[in-house]
């Protein structure tokens, strides 16, 4: 399983940008998706997973009513909506995969892509 995610970039608080992760996988639809992130000197934190259908997915409360994930099965994809963005959204961010068709969001994720930067500036 490899898993590319690319999006990040340089923007300024209140603004929004979109990750994208590509998985190069036989089934995507056999797999939930995740997106995680880490800031310099801290732990690294989920921040939103879907479901390997798309139809239940989980949020952090840092980023409910700002992100969205969602998942084209068709593309491979899977996608971070972030509006709204704040400094202390800044960090790298992760995209992971779990072989599950659990819908409960405890699975554990195995798989993960190189990490994207985010960046904003106040």
């Known amino acids: 399983v490899q898993l590319q995610a690319s999006g990040g970039g340089l923007v300024q608080a209140g603004d929004s940008l979109t990750l994208f992760c590509v998985a190069s996988v036989r089934i995507f639809s056999s797999y939930a998706m995740g997106w995680f992130r880490q800031a310099p000197g801290k732990e690294r934190e989920r921040v939103a997973d879907?479901?390997?259908?798309?139809?239940?997915?989980y949020y952090a409360d840092f980023a409910k009513g700002r992100f969205t994930i969602s998942r084209d099965n068709a593309k491979n994809t899977v996608y971070l909506q972030m509006n709204s963005l704040k400094p202390e959204d800044t960090a790298v961010y992760y995209c992971?995969?779990?072989?599950?068709?659990?819908?409960?969001?405890?699975?554990?994720?195995?798989?993960w892509g190189q990490g994207t930067q985010v960046t904003v500036s106040a």
């Open positions: 879907i479901t390997w259908s798309g139809g239940s997915t």
């Open positions: 992971a995969a779990s072989k599950t068709l659990f819908e409960d969001h405890l699975y554990e994720f195995h798989y």
